[in-house]
């Protein structure tokens, strides 16, 4: 928001920058930071199309922290920046359908690149996520991660100079980062909140562990079963973009005054990365079928095994095997739902599932799943919730940093 001092050297790039203060006036002062990131966001735009000749621009403004141009000061997190980016990046560019993904890194304020490149291998894992459900089964070659930075402009030179591009990075992404820790909340506040907003808290937080928290753990671990059952959570808030609306409630409780912005909610960049995830994967497989009708085995085979493709090769081998094996098992037997324990005839009495037996059976642990052969469906046994099964595998959420 700091102004650049008069510059002896009329470089393109200072006329544009004069031109369009000239046109939008100086900032002064603003009621709201919503009113900030609106004349940012104007400014910015206006600048790189004047400098690439009206080409269309797409600006994001992300939060800075400290005094970068000396005068105003912005007091907030480096997380909170990797938030707005991932956030706003996708659902940008989510109906692209992208190869490569080139991050120039040269310039941003300390923390900036870096945090850049973890939001960027977040949006390819959502890229990923989305590509498998459109493109055929075993076409799905990856996305390339490219970031390179350039030498610094030499400001005494006349014309356009020629700049060295280096390559700083190159990977070719084939699986969604998996999260070791996977964040309870999606927004915290930094200080005690009236009771109205705290309340409004709670539901969001509470919403984003039902609806996508719970979804990931099941998408990270070889769990079909248990990932569509807790997709079906999904539902109660179909409609509702929970990352948006945080970064709405982010902003309302951000305090200006005069030059001075203290941010007042902290957001999660993990916590947008797993609710946008889980969001992408739910809206497609989540709420098909009825808990108590069970879901298809072949639907769990076909549509849901696949998600694992992008998340571990090994977890996609171990689905389609119990998968397929339970397939056969089944066929041509008549009769209705019996425990998976019962069909082979080795039932034991178990009050949990066994962590070990779990992950090695996909999650279809013999005592605590039921399929109906004539109907070829499969669904847990009704005491089984998503809680149970979160703390029986030892799935925990955490606090964000």
């Not at 991050?103 to 300390?110: A, F, K, P, R, Y």
Request: aromatic share 8%.
């Amino acid at each position: 928001m700091d102004t650049v001092p008069q510059n002896p050297r009329r470089s393109r790039c200072y006329e544009c920058y004069s031109q369009v203060f000239d046109e939008l006036g100086e900032p002064q002062c603003f009621d709201s930071y919503r009113e900030l990131v609106k004349y940012s966001t104007e400014l910015g735009r206006r600048i790189a199309e004047c400098i690439l000749e009206d080409k269309r621009v797409d600006v994001i403004v992300a939060p800075a922290k400290g005094r970068p141009g000396g005068k105003w000061e912005f007091r907030c997190a480096p997380r909170d920046f990797a938030a707005i980016v991932l956030a706003k990046l996708w659902r940008l560019t989510k109906e692209f359908n992208p190869d490569t993904l080139v991050i120039d890194v040269t310039h941003g304020i300390n923390y900036m690149p870096t945090e850049v490149v973890y939001a960027a291998r977040w949006l390819l894992s959502l890229y990923l996520l989305k590509k498998i459900f459109s493109e055929e089964n075993g076409n799905l070659k990856g996305l390339e991660l490219v970031i390179v930075n350039s030498d610094p402009y030499p400001l005494s030179t006349e014309g356009r100079p020629s700049l060295s591009l280096n390559l700083v990075y190159r990977e070719k992404v084939r699986t969604i980062t998996k999260l070791s820790a996977i964040p309870r909340q999606l927004v915290k506040p930094l200080r005690k909140l009236e009771p109205d907003l705290e309340r409004k808290l709670n539901e969001l937080n509470h919403l984003y562990r039902l609806s996508a928290a719970y979804p990931y753990a099941f998408m990270i671990t070889p769990m079909p079963l248990a990932l569509y059952r807790a997709c079906s959570e999904q539902r109660r808030v179909a409609d509702r973009d929970l990352v948006k609306e945080a970064i709405s409630l982010w902003i309302t409780m951000t305090e200006v005054k005069n030059v001075d912005v203290d941010h007042l909610l902290r957001l999660s960049p993990e916590a947008v990365y797993v609710h946008d995830a889980s969001r992408e994967v739910c809206n497609r497989v989540g709420g098909r079928h009825g808990e108590e009708e069970g879901v298809d085995i072949g639907y769990l085979f076909s549509s849901i095994a696949r998600i694992y493709s992008v998340v571990d090769e090994v977890y996609e081998v171990l689905v389609n095997t119990e998968l397929g094996k339970l397939k056969k098992d089944i066929e041509n037997r008549g009769g209705g739902w019996l425990r998976l324990c019962e069909l082979y005839g080795e039932c034991k009495k178990r009050e949990q599932m066994d962590k070990r037996t779990a992950f090695a059976h996909a999650g279809l642990q013999s005592e605590f799943v039921e399929i109906n052969p004539v109907n070829n469906k499969i669904r847990y046994v009704k005491s089984v919730t998503i809680e149970k099964l979160m703390t029986w595998l030892g799935i925990s959420l955490e606090e964000p940093l």
